[in-house]
Every structure is written in C-alpha cells, then in structure tokens.
C-alpha cells in the first residue's frame, strides 16, 4: 500500500510559479513510476507529467511542455511539480500517483492540493 500527501497549492496570479510536493509512505518508492494529473471543475482527470523510478525518463502533456518540471528525491520519497509561467487554465486540483514498475495504472492516489491562477 501507497499512501501519498500533495502540499503547496495555493492561490497564485498569473505568470507566477508554484511548487508541488508529493511525499509517499512507502518503503520502496524507487519501485515506483510518478505521475501528476489534475482536475479542473466540471472537466475530467488529465494527465499533467510523469517521471519514472530513477528520474531518468519525465512526460509531459503538451500543454505544460516547457513551464512545468517534475522531479523526484527517492530518499526523501518525494516527487515535485515545478509549475511556471502559470496561466488560469492551470487553475485545478493537482493529484499524484504511483503506477508501480511493471504495471500498466496507477493504483494509488493523494488527496489532491488546489492550485488557483488569477487573471
């Protein structure tokens, strides 16, 4: 079992950056692939970036491509989203998972953290 815990949302106004965490309890993190995805209201779950388990290999949808970052500390078993040059369209709540090595979904999920952007 993954437990995962998103911090640093917030309300931000444009152009502005922000940077999300996601710890994960678990004893073998470094076992799994990272995944950010987020919901805006009224619209469906989208994928925003995933890295995998040595940090090595990151996706991005295109919309982020060139203002978000992800990255991952698998001893401190923390993934980051680094968020610039944000745009209201960013506005929604952000959600990490974990899709283990080998497996085809993401099993696990947080809470999610809001992320707002003003005009």
């Known amino acids: 079992q993954v437990q995962l815990v998103e911090s640093g949302g917030g309300l931000v106004q444009a152009g502005g950056s922000l940077r999300l965490s996601c710890a994960a309890s678990?004893?073998?993190?470094?076992?799994?692939?990272m995944g950010w995805f987020r919901q805006a209201p009224g619209k469906e779950r989208d994928f925003v970036a995933a890295i995998g388990w040595s940090g090595s290999n990151t996706y991005y949808a295109d919309p982020v491509k060139g203002r978000f970052t992800i990255s991952r500390d698998n001893a401190k078993n923390t993934v980051y989203l680094q968020m610039n040059s944000l745009k209201p369209e960013d506005t929604a709540i952000y959600y990490c998972a974990a899709q283990r090595v080998g497996s085809s979904e993401y099993a696990f999920w947080g809470q999610g953290t809001q992320v707002t952007v003003s005009s």
């Open positions: 678990v004893r073998t993190f470094s076992r799994y692939n």
